[in-house]
Nanobody, 125 residues
Framework: QVQLVESGGGLVQAGGSLRLSCAAS????????MGWSRQAPGKEREFVAG????????HYADSVKGRFTISRDNAKNTMYLQMNSLKPEDTAVYYC??????????????????WGQGTQVTVSS
């Protein structure tokens, strides 16, 4: 089992940047492929980005490609999401997620096994 805690959300103007962090505890972090998803008010949760166990493979939703960067530091048991050129439509609660994986170079998709409680990101126009 793994516990996930997000941080770094907040209010930012359009065009600004934020960096989200996801701190993991419990089972060995490097055994999990990780990802970020988000849910805006009145909308379904959507995949944002995923990263393999080693960090060597990443995948992004088309809506964030070129603006967001996912990364991880297995020595620090932490995953990150660098968000640049933010838009009002990026406003959502952002969740980090973990999926136990055998493959080390595969990006996982939903369903994930574990979720954090989320951090709010609000982008003003």
């Amino acid at each position: 089992q793994v516990q996930l805690v997000e941080s770094g959300g907040g209010l930012v103007q359009a065009g600004g940047s934020l960096r989200l962090s996801c701190a993991a505890s419990g089972r060995t972090f490097s055994t999990f492929a990780m990802g970020w998803s988000r849910q805006a008010p009145g909308k379904e949760r959507e995949f944002v980005a995923g990263i393999s166990r080693t960090g060597g493979q990443t995948h992004y939703a088309d809506s964030v490609k070129g603006r967001f960067t996912i990364s991880r530091d297995n020595a620090k048991n932490t995953m990150y999401l660098q968000m640049n050129s933010l838009k009002p439509e990026d406003t959502a609660v952002y969740y980090c997620a973990a999926k136990l994986m055998v493959q080390i170079n595969t990006v996982a998709g939903e369903p994930y096994d574990y979720w954090g409680q989320g951090t709010q990101v609000t982008v003003s126009s």
